[in-house]
């Protein structure tokens, strides 16, 4: 949160909490030596402060565009959201290597990159991937990013904080920079 952003803030009252639930707040955060306060606005923080997941949620083109990519190719898009840490550090790390500080920002990398969406669908399709979980295509979106980036070193660093050693990444990766008339990356 900015220092602007805390200096404009708004209060919420929390109606028809079951005691349950209260006191299992209340137990974390006591955990933790937070108050109740602190724990739940951290938790709201956390959770809305993510803008890429924000994003793929509340946007109606992603929605739009994972229906016509599963119609295309014969995709099953899952009906629940797929999220776990592993997505939410994913989400993290992408915003700030690729500096998507804002619904905004995410929403230029999705609109500027959905003439490739098809290819991206088309290289999973191709490994057997027909279950994809609900916001792909912006998935596919922000892979095309990292693609596009003029930076090879960041490119790898990526690579290296979120793919590990995925055969396949440097392929796909190249596919789409020759589809951009970009040159290759070398693998490292």
Not at 8 to 26: C, F, G, H, P, W
Not at 136 to 143: C, D, G, H, K, R
Request: net charge neutral; aromatic share 10%.
């Amino acid at each position: 949160m900015t220092d602007a952003e805390k200096a404009e803030t708004v209060s919420y009252t929390l109606r028809n909490l079951s005691s349950s639930l209260d006191k299992t707040i209340a137990a974390v955060a006591n955990t933790l030596g937070k108050s109740k306060n602190a724990l739940i606005l951290e938790t709201l923080e956390r959770e809305f402060y993510n803008y890429i997941s924000t994003y793929a949620r509340s946007n109606l083109l992603v929605s739009a565009m994972d229906a016509e990519l599963a119609k295309k190719f014969g995709i099953e898009i899952l009906s629940e959201w797929y999220e776990s840490e592993h997505t939410i550090q994913y989400d993290r790390y992408l915003s700030t290597k690729l500096k998507l500080d804002s619904i905004d920002k995410v929403d230029a990398v999705f609109k500027g990159n959905l003439p490739l969406l098809e290819l991206r669908a088309q290289q999973l399709v191709n490994k057997g991937y027909m279950r994809l979980p609900r916001g792909i295509s912006l998935t596919f979106a922000l892979f095309i990013e990292i693609a596009k980036q003029k930076d090879e070193a960041l490119i790898h660093e990526i690579r290296k904080g979120l793919f590990g050693i995925t055969k396949d990444f440097y392929e796909s990766l190249n596919e789409i920079r020759a589809a951009l008339s970009l040159p290759a990356i070398k693998p490292q």
